[in-house]
């Protein structure tokens, strides 16, 4: 007699689209979805779903095992949540051989918002240049971005640390300005900093000083490098015999 076997030694396609596709946090619940992965051969016979507190999947991070779907159906399996705890999540499929799949993205439950722990500008400050204004930010998973405004205006962001935005202080009229700060995390929560006050109040800038070439020093070549300090934030003309020679920017800091 003739036995004819098969053998499938290909694992499942990896889950590439899980997500938290609701919350309710009143409930304590979330729901977590995605589509059914295929398999080349024997069929997807399960799925191993995996949670973690600190985005790491390894041997002691809890599962649990699902029956599978047919290809390209949405599965969705409620998890429990609380407000105080981000979870992540993420998913293997298996075969009837017994084949596993890569391990899907993670998906993240995060209630959590960012916290705005500085910002280097007091409230009630008099500003007479340029600011640099930078923010301390944290958040328990990530800080996404920090966005700032003025009198309402969003004005710049930051998406990397530590998040700073230059305020053109010539831009705006002597007076009365607020800033404020807004965080967020990579899933969207937002954390809003009180608001900030400065007076802007433009004064001349200190006179700018030479420091080579020195006071009646004698050249015999036709061009030489002139060096001095000046204010930061400033235009510095160059004049020579009165006639201007160019103009040069002193960065901030």
């Given at each position: 007699?003739?036995?004819?076997?098969?053998?499938?030694?290909?694992?499942?396609?990896?889950?590439?689209?899980?997500?938290?596709?609701?919350?309710?946090?009143?409930?304590?619940?979330?729901?977590?979805?995605?589509?059914?992965?295929?398999?080349?051969?024997?069929?997807?016979?399960?799925?191993?779903?995996?949670?973690?507190?600190?985005?790491?999947?390894?041997?002691?991070?809890?599962?649990?095992?699902?029956?599978?779907?047919?290809?390209?159906?949405?599965v969705t399996l409620t998890v429990s949540v609380t407000a105080d705890r981000?979870?992540f999540f993420a998913v293997k499929s298996q075969d009837n051989a017994g084949?596993?799949?890569?391990?899907?993205?993670?998906?993240?439950?995060?209630?959590?918002?960012?916290?705005?722990?500085?910002?280097?500008?007091?409230?009630?400050?008099?500003?007479?240049?340029?600011?640099?204004?930078?923010?301390?930010?944290?958040?328990?998973?990530?800080?996404?971005?920090?966005?700032?405004?003025?009198?309402?205006?969003?004005?710049?962001?930051?998406?990397?640390?530590?998040?700073?935005?230059?305020?053109?202080?010539?831009?705006?009229?002597?007076?009365?300005?607020?800033?404020?700060?807004?965080?967020?995390?990579?899933?969207?929560?937002?954390?809003?900093?009180?608001?900030?006050?400065?007076?802007?109040?433009?004064?001349?800038?200190?006179?700018?000083?030479?420091?080579?070439?020195?006071?009646?020093?004698?050249?015999?070549?036709?061009?030489?490098?002139?060096?001095?300090?000046?204010?930061?934030?400033?235009?510095?003309?160059?004049?020579?015999?009165?006639?201007?020679?160019?103009?040069?920017?002193?960065?901030?800091?």
């Amino acid at each position: 007699s003739v036995v004819s076997a098969a053998i499938d030694a290909f694992p499942p396609l990896a889950v590439t689209d899980l997500r938290v596709s609701a919350v309710r946090l009143a409930q304590g619940q979330a729901d977590i979805a995605w589509t059914a992965p295929s398999d080349d051969f024997s069929g997807v016979a399960r799925y191993f779903f995996f949670t973690s507190t600190i985005n790491v999947f390894g041997a002691n991070t809890s599962s649990a095992a699902i029956a599978a779907l047919p290809p390209g159906s949405t599965v969705t399996l409620t998890v429990s949540v609380t407000a105080d705890r981000a979870l992540f999540f993420a998913v293997k499929s298996q075969d009837n051989a017994g084949n596993l799949s890569a391990i899907s993205n993670t998906a993240v439950f995060d209630p959590i918002p960012p916290s705005i722990t500085s910002i280097n500008l007091a409230d009630g400050s008099t500003l007479s240049r340029p600011r640099i204004v930078t923010v301390q930010a944290a958040d328990n998973v990530a800080v996404r971005d920090v966005v700032f405004s003025i009198d309402g205006v969003i004005i710049g962001a930051d998406s990397t640390f530590p998040f700073s935005f230059l305020w053109n202080t010539p831009n705006y009229p002597d007076g009365v300005h607020t800033l404020s700060v807004v965080a967020h995390d990579t899933v969207g929560n937002a954390s809003v900093s009180g608001s900030i006050t400065a007076l802007l109040n433009y004064s001349p800038p200190t006179s700018p000083v030479i420091t080579s070439p020195a006071n009646g020093f004698a050249v015999n070549v036709a061009t030489i490098a002139v060096l001095g300090t000046a204010e930061p934030g400033t235009n510095v003309d160059v004049l020579v015999n009165g006639t201007a020679a160019g103009t040069v920017f002193v960065p901030i800091g």
